[in-house]
Structure formats: C-alpha cells, structure tokens
C-alpha cells in the first residue's frame, strides 16, 4: 500500500508531520481527518510528479502587478459551478483558461493547471501566485480540499471577495464627489491667485493707495504661491504626494502604522467610519474561516495578517494568545477596548453555543449596514462644509480686492 507524507494542523492549532498507508491521496485525507488533524499538504513517498501533457515546459510563476479581485472573483464563482457540475479540477482550470483573454490572468491560470497536473494540490498551486491568489484564498481551499466540499468553499470564497469589493466601493464612492469638487474649486482659486491678483497688485502700487490688512494678507498669500522658498504652488501640487510617501515610511514600522491607525480612528466621523469597515472586514473574514472549517488558531493568524490596521492586528494577536492558552476569545477583546460592547458580547455567545461563525458573520453583516449609514451621513456632512469653506475663501477675496478699489474710486472722485 503506497505510504503518503503529510503536514497538518492538530486541534491546537500546532503543526503536525507523519507518514499513514492509504490507497490513494483521498483514503489519506480522510484517514487524516478522522486523527482529528487538518491536513494542509499531501504528498505520496517515492512517487514522482508525471510531466505536463505533450511534453510542455511549466510556465513560471513570476508575473508583473497585481490581477483585479474582480476577475479572481469572477473565476472563482465560475470555478465553483464547474465542480459542482463534477467536472474534474483540471479540465474546470483548462476551460476557464480559455475563456480567459491573453494577458496576466490568463498565464497564471495556465500555471495552475500544469501545477495541478504535475500533482500539485489547487491550493498549492495557488499559493505559488501571492499577486493574484492571498493567503486566505489558498488556507479556504485547502480547508475545501480537506473537507471534500472544494466547490462550496469556492462559493463562499467568491461571495466574500464580492462583499468586500462591495465595501471598499461604498468607501471610494463617498470620497470621489468630495475629492473631486475640492481638487477643481482649489485649482481655481490656485489659478486667481497667481494671474488675476497680481495684476490687481500692479494697479494698487501704481495708484499709491494704502492698502487694508485683508488686501495684504491676499498679496501676501499671492507672492508666496508664486516666490515663496520653495514656492506655493509646488507644496500645493507635491504636498499630497508628499505626505502619502510619510504616511508610507510611517507604516514600514509596527509601531509607526499603530499610531497612524489609532490617530486616524479618533478622527470625529472618519474615525467611526474606519472602525466599522475594519470590525466588518475582520469579522466577515474570520467568519468565513471558521465556516469553512479552517482551524481557529490559523484562521486568526490569516484574519490578523490580512486585516490592514495594526490596532486591530495587536488586538487578534492578544485573541491568539488567549485562546492557545485555552481561555477565550471575548476577554481580550474586552480588555483592549477595539470593539463595540455588542460585538463581545455576540462573540462571547457565539463560543457558549458553538456557533462563533455565524455569529461573526451576523456581526459583519450588522456593520456593514450601518457603513451605509456612516457614509451617507459623511457626504451629507461634506456637502455643506464644502459650500461653507469654498464660499468664505471666495467672499475674502472679493472683500479683499474691492476694498482699496472703493478708497481709490473715492479718492478720485474728489
């Protein structure tokens, strides 16, 4: 009987390695998980991989920029049909690989297949393209490959990817109409400043009127868009790229991206926006895990390490930790003071019932509902503060040049 090589992960969470007879690599799984093990690689001892059909050379798996979630979403649902209809994964690869137009997706997909084909497992030949599969994506389909349910993990994979593009968009969406009327009112008033104002300045010097604090502070503003070491106009154009790139530096450190995060979340309005799409990404992600029968340890690691902010980061590795040492996933939660009340409360239910999935889940689900909330109330905050900001920017400058023109018409006049 062939012997099979294996690496999994025990209740604990820790990684186990053994060797166990078995027919085939099916017969290993299962032998595996009635151990109570979570197998995340199979390998039969002495068996070497058959070389891809026709004798082609593999594909590397180096590849330039990222592939969209978008399209890995959508082959992802395709993917599921097919082996839900029972097509084996091979040919299910081979057909999207065709429908796929010549480009990145296109030659990752071609990779995977002959991986696949070579003897590789879906989620080890996913694992080989970081770019275009994460490590969440390539943990939920070996948990499906484990559990023998490949396509409704698919599933709910492509329904996951679907809700946080859906977020993501919310959030994008309510700061394009802000962005853009601020980016155009600002080039505007940039443009005046440094054509109109200074023609206004020729006339002032030239009449010899004494000028008010308001016209000078507006020339004082002028000469310095214009002169200024450096110039205005360049901090204006260069700042926000400037300060994208300190945000960046700021980052490349954990405690550097900890007190960026947090600061940003005591924001009045953005900080409460912040905090709910990160409590929903973490719960939804975590949710999906558990569902999917990923182990809860690694499926916090995966959760921490694909949450993009580092207070929530601190927080599940504190969760980690806890549940190693066999107490609770609430508790810490509780002590760090990251979540709603609400939120510990539904999670500490969900561990005495058993059904913490599914209680993450409905909390994500819950968060992302007052999301919508949160980001209309911004937008319609935004909307006047801009008319207020943009009206007051242009009502001193009208103030301020038809102040002396007002002294000037006078003094002629007499």
């Not at 000028?211 to 200024?228: A, E, F, I, N």
């Not at 992600?285 to 999917?292: H, S, V």
Request: with cysteine; aromatic share 6%; hydrophobic share 45%.
């Amino acid at each position: 009987m062939p012997k099979f090589a294996y690496e999994a992960m025990n209740q604990a969470g820790q990684e186990v390695k053994d060797e166990i007879d078995a027919a085939s690599s099916e017969d290993a799984l299962a032998k595996i998980r009635n151990l109570g093990y979570f197998p995340t690689r199979i390998k039969e001892k002495g068996g070497s991989k058959p070389k891809a059909a026709g004798g082609k050379k593999k594909t590397s798996g180096f590849s330039l920029g990222r592939v969209p979630t978008k399209q890995i979403t959508q082959i992802t649902r395709q993917l599921s049909t097919l082996q839900d209809a029972g097509l084996p994964i091979l040919r299910s690869l081979q057909i999207l690989e065709e429908q796929q137009k010549p480009g990145l997706l296109r030659n990752v997909m071609r990779t995977v297949s002959e991986d696949i084909e070579g003897g590789s497992t879906l989620s080890e030949a996913c694992a080989k393209h970081p770019k275009a599969f994460n490590r969440l994506y390539c943990n939920m389909v070996a948990a499906g490959e484990a559990g023998g349910v490949l396509d409704v993990i698919l599933q709910r994979l492509a329904e996951f990817m679907e809700s946080a593009e859906k977020l993501k968009k919310k959030i994008i969406g309510a700061m394009i109409y802000p962005t853009v009327v601020v980016t155009f009112a600002g080039g505007i008033v940039v443009g005046i400043m440094i054509v109109v104002i200074p023609k206004f300045k020729e006339i002032f010097l030239d009449f010899d009127v004494s000028l008010p604090g308001t016209t000078m502070v507006l020339l004082g503003t002028s000469d310095w868009l214009l002169h200024g070491t450096p110039p205005g106009v360049a901090i204006i154009v260069f700042g926000p790229f400037i300060i994208m790139g300190l945000m960046k530096l700021i980052r490349s450190s954990k405690a550097g991206g900890y007190a960026l995060d947090f600061t940003l979340m005591k924001i009045p309005v953005l900080g409460d926006l912040i905090q709910k799409s990160a409590v929903a990404r973490f719960t939804r992600t975590l949710g999906t895990l558990i569902n999917a029968g990923v182990p809860i340890l690694e499926a916090i690691n995966i959760t921490r390490d694909t949450s993009g902010n580092e207070v929530y980061v601190r927080a599940l590795s504190k969760v980690h930790d806890s549940i190693r040492e066999g107490e609770s996933f609430a508790a810490p939660l509780r002590v760090s003071k990251v979540v709603d009340g609400l939120v510990v409360n539904m999670i500490d239910v969900g561990e005495e019932t058993g059904d913490l999935d599914k209680m993450l889940l409905k909390i994500a689900d819950n968060y992302e509902e007052e999301m919508d909330t949160a980001v209309a109330s911004l937008v319609s905050l935004i909307e006047p503060i801009m008319v207020i900001v943009l009206g007051s920017v242009v009502g001193f400058i009208v103030i301020a040049l038809f102040m002396p023109l007002v002294s000037l018409i006078s003094s002629v006049s007499g």
